[in-house]
C-alpha cells in the first residue's frame, strides 16, 4: 500500500468560497463536543483520585477535585510496595526502549543499504513476524521464561522485546528515505567500519525517527499487561498495570487509591503526549501503513 | 634459471580484514533480532502446535506431559465456554468494530477537509485513549459504568428526565438505571463502549492519513462541475480511501479477536456473570493460568488463530480484490 503517512498533510480550507459560517459553526461545536467527550474519563480519573470512598459514590458524582489525595496515595502505599511497583515499570520500558533503539536501528540499516544474500527471504520473515498474533504463544514464553529461572524478574519483560519486527521495519524505512547511499561509500573510502558508519554517520541522520521508535517502545512496554500479568506473581515485582488489577480483587475496593494508582499510571504518557504528540501519532501510522 | 614470480603480494591484512567484515556486517546487524525471533517468537509456535496434542499440568513437571493427539481440540468442540466465549468475542468485535469506522471515515473527512484550524488538537484527543493503558481506562470506565453512582448512569437518568430529551428513550427509561457490568445482557455492550471508545480515534488518523493522499484537485475539479460536499464524500472520497478502510478494517478484526485487557478488567478477571463477558484471549488465560490446563490453553490459542485467519481470508475475499485492483 503506498500512503503518504501522515494524518496532518493536506487538507480543506473553511475559507472557501461558498462554504456558510453556520455549517462551519456546527462542525466545530461537534468535533470540540466529541474531543470533550473523549477527554472527560481522563479529568474524571483525576478529580476521583482526590475524593474518598464516600464522595466518589454519590450523586451528583463530584466533578471538580477535592482533598483526598494524599490520604488516597498512603491508602496506596499501604496496599502495595507502589513505588517499587513503579520503578519496574520504568525500569522494564527503559530498557526495552534503549535496546529496541540500538538493534533496530542497526537491523534497519543493515535492511537499507546492503545488498546481501537471502535479504528478500530475511527481511519477508520479518514482515511475516508481525502477522503473528502473540496470544498463539503465550503458554510457551511462559515455559521459557520459567526454564530460564527468568520468572518475577524484569529480564523475562525487556530482553524478548528487545528487537521488534515493528522497530526494524520503521528504522529501515528511516534510513531508506533519509540517507543517501552516496554517505556509505565515503566512509568507507575514508577507512571506516561498517558498524562505524552506522554508529557515525547513519544515526545522527536518523535520530529524529530513532526518537519516535523511543516513544513507541516506551508506551507499548508501560502499557503492557498481559506478559507481566504472566511472568509476574510476586507484589515487588508487579509492574503498575498488574499492581493495579490485585487493587480491584479485593473484598473493599477502594477506589480513591485505585484512581490514584491509575493516575500515576497514566500521567508519564501524558506528559510524553503533551509534548510529542504529532510524533508518536505519525510514528504509529507510519507503523501501521506499512511500505 | 630464475624464475621470477609475477603474482600479485597477498593482501595486507588489514584489507582481507576490512573485505571480511564489510560481508558479514549486514548480517551481523540484524541477527539479534533473528535470534531473539528464534527463542521468543517461532519456537513458542512450533512449541505451542506441540503442546495442543498434550495433556499436561506445568506444576508436575515437564515428565508428566502425555500425547493425546486430538482430545484437546475435540472437548474444545463440546466444550459450551468456549463457544460462548468465541460468540462474546465476535459479539464485542462487531459492536465495537463497526461504529468506529462508520464514525471515523466522516470525522477524518470533517478534520482534514472541513476545518482549517485545531486540526492537530483534535485530531490528539480522539488519539489519546489508544495510547493510554487498558488497564487504567478499564479502571476509570469501572467507575463510569457504576449502577448507582456511575457517571454514565447519571448523565442517563439526567437525559431521561429532561424535557428536551425524554423523547429519545421511549419505554426504556425504566430500566435505569443500568446495572451495567453485573447483569449478563449489559457487560458486552459495557466492553464495546470502551473498546469503541478506546480505538475510535486511531482509526480516525489512519483515515487522515488516507485522506491526504488524495489530490486535492480532484475535489476543485469536482466542485467546479457543481458537486456538493455530500457528492464529493460519496464520489471521490469514499472510493479512493478504498484500500484504506479495507487495510484498518483488518486491523480492527485482528486486534478486536484478542482482546483481553478490558473485558478481563471490566469483569474483574471473571469474565462476569455467566461469563458474558468472557473473551476467547480470556478463555485461554483462564484455562492455562488458573486451571493449568496447557495442552487445553495452546488448543485454544491455535483454535484462535484459526478464527483471526478465517476472517481475515473472509474480508480479503470479499473486500480486498477490489481495493487492491483501484490501487494500481
Same mark, same amino acid.
Given at each position: ?100 533503539? #540500538? ?62 519486527? #515493528?522497530?526494524? #521495519? ?102 510524553? #503526549? ?18 | ?5 609475477? @603474482?600479485?603480494?597477498?593482501?595486507? %591484512? @588489514? ?59 475435540? %472437548? ?6 468456549? %463457544? ?6 465476535? %459479539? ?40 493510554? @493503558? ?195
Amino acid at each position: 500500500m503506498r500512503l503518504r503517512a501522515s494524518p496532518f498533510g493536506r487538507g480543506g480550507d473553511d475559507a472557501r468560497s461558498g462554504r456558510n459560517l453556520f455549517g462551519t459553526v456546527i462542525l466545530y461545536v461537534v468535533l470540540i463536543a466529541l474531543a470533550l467527550l473523549t477527554l472527560f474519563p481522563f479529568y474524571w480519573m483525576f478529580v476521583l483520585a482526590t475524593h474518598s470512598q464516600s464522595t466518589i459514590f454519590s450523586a451528583p458524582p463530584p466533578m471538580w477535585f477535592g482533598e483526598f489525595l494524599e490520604r488516597n496515595y498512603n491508602a496506596l502505599l499501604a496496599r502495595l510496595p507502589f513505588l517499587r511497583n513503579i520503578w519496574n515499570s520504568f525500569y522494564i520500558a527503559l530498557m526495552a526502549t534503549v535496546a529496541t533503539m #540500538f538493534f533496530a536501528s542497526l537491523a534497519g540499516f543493515a535492511f537499507a543499504m546492503y545488498q546481501f544474500r537471502f535479504k528478500r527471504v530475511l527481511f519477508g520473515v520479518l514482515i511475516a513476524s508481525l502477522m503473528i498474533p502473540p496470544l498463539l504463544g503465550i503458554i510457551p514464553y511462559y515455559l521459557i521464561i520459567q526454564y530460564l529461572g527468568w520468572l518475577n524478574t524484569p529480564r523475562a519483560l525487556w530482553v524478548p522485546a528487545m528487537a521488534s519486527a #515493528f522497530g526494524i #521495519f520503521l528504522m529501515r524505512q528511516y534510513v531508506a528515505s533519509s540517507m543517501p547511499r552516496e554517505l556509505l561509500d565515503a566512509g568507507r573510502i575514508d577507512g571506516a567500519s561498517e558498524f562505524r558508519i552506522y554508529w557515525s554517520i547513519a544515526l545522527p541522520i536518523i535520530r529524529p525517527g530513532l526518537a519516535t521508535l523511543g516513544m513507541l517502545t516506551f508506551i507499548g512496554q508501560w502499557n503492557n499487561f498481559l506478559g507481566p500479568l504472566v511472568v509476574l506473581n510476586q507484589r515487588e515485582s508487579y509492574t503498575i498495570p498488574v499492581a493495579l488489577r490485585t487493587l480491584q480483587g479485593q473484598v473493599q475496593t477502594d477506589w480513591g487509591a485505585v484512581l490514584t494508582g491509575t493516575a500515576l499510571a497514566v500521567l508519564p504518557l501524558l506528559i510524553i #503526549f503533551v509534548f510529542a504528540s504529532k510524533q508518536v501519532i505519525e510514528g504509529l501510522v507510519a507503523g501501521s501503513v506499512k511500505g | 634459471m630464475a624464475r621470477t614470480t609475477t @603474482s600479485v603480494p597477498p593482501l595486507p %591484512w @588489514s584489507t582481507r580484514f576490512d573485505k571480511f567484515q564489510r560481508r558479514i556486517a549486514p548480517y551481523l546487524f540484524i541477527s539479534p533480532f533473528f535470534i531473539l525471533f528464534a527463542v521468543f517468537g517461532l519456537f513458542p509456535i512450533v512449541f505451542s502446535m506441540y503442546l495442543s496434542f498434550q495433556a499436561w499440568n506445568p506444576i508436575q513437571g515437564l515428565g508428566t506431559m502425555r500425547y493425546v493427539g486430538l482430545e484437546n481440540y475435540v %472437548w474444545l468442540m463440546d466444550d459450551p465456554w468456549f %463457544w460462548r466465549s468465541i460468540t462474546n468475542t465476535l %459479539w464485542i468485535a462487531f459492536a465495537a468494530g463497526i461504529p468506529q469506522h462508520l464514525m471515523a471515515i466522516p470525522l477524518a473527512f470533517a478534520l482534514s477537509r472541513g476545518i482549517s484550524s485545531f486540526r492537530h488538537p483534535l485530531t490528539a484527543a480522539y488519539f489519546l485513549p489508544y495510547i493510554t @493503558s487498558a488497564v487504567a481506562i478499564a479502571l476509570v470506565f469501572q467507575t463510569i459504568f457504576g449502577t448507582q453512582f456511575g457517571a454514565l448512569n447519571q448523565a442517563l437518568i439526567y437525559l431521561a428526565n429532561a424535557p428536551w430529551s425524554a423523547w429519545l428513550f421511549g419505554g426504556l427509561a425504566e430500566n435505569l438505571p443500568v446495572n451495567w457490568l453485573g447483569r449478563a445482557p449489559y457487560i458486552k455492550p459495557a466492553i464495546s463502549i470502551l473498546v469503541w471508545w478506546q480505538f475510535f480515534g486511531f482509526n480516525v488518523v489512519l483515515y487522515a492519513a488516507g485522506l491526504a493522499t488524495i489530490p486535492k484537485d480532484y475535489y476543485e475539479a469536482a466542485q467546479i462541475d457543481g458537486a456538493s460536499g455530500r457528492q464529493s464524500f460519496f464520489h471521490i472520497t469514499l472510493p479512493l480511501l478504498r484500500p484504506m478502510i479495507f487495510f484498518a478494517v483488518t486491523l480492527t478484526i485482528i486486534g478486536n479477536l484478542q482482546l483481553f485487557d478490558q473485558p478481563f478488567i471490566l469483569t474483574g478477571g471473571t469474565g462476569g456473570t455467566s461469563q458474558a463477558g468472557m473473551t476467547v484471549a480470556m478463555y485461554l488465560y483462564r484455562t492455562g493460568f488458573e486451571w493449568l490446563e496447557m495442552g487445553t490453553a495452546a488448543a485454544i490459542s491455535w483454535l484462535l488463530f484459526l478464527l483471526i485467519g478465517t476472517l481475515t481470508v473472509i474480508h480479503f475475499y470479499f473486500f480486498g480484490r477490489s481495493g487492491l485492483e483501484s490501487r494500481d
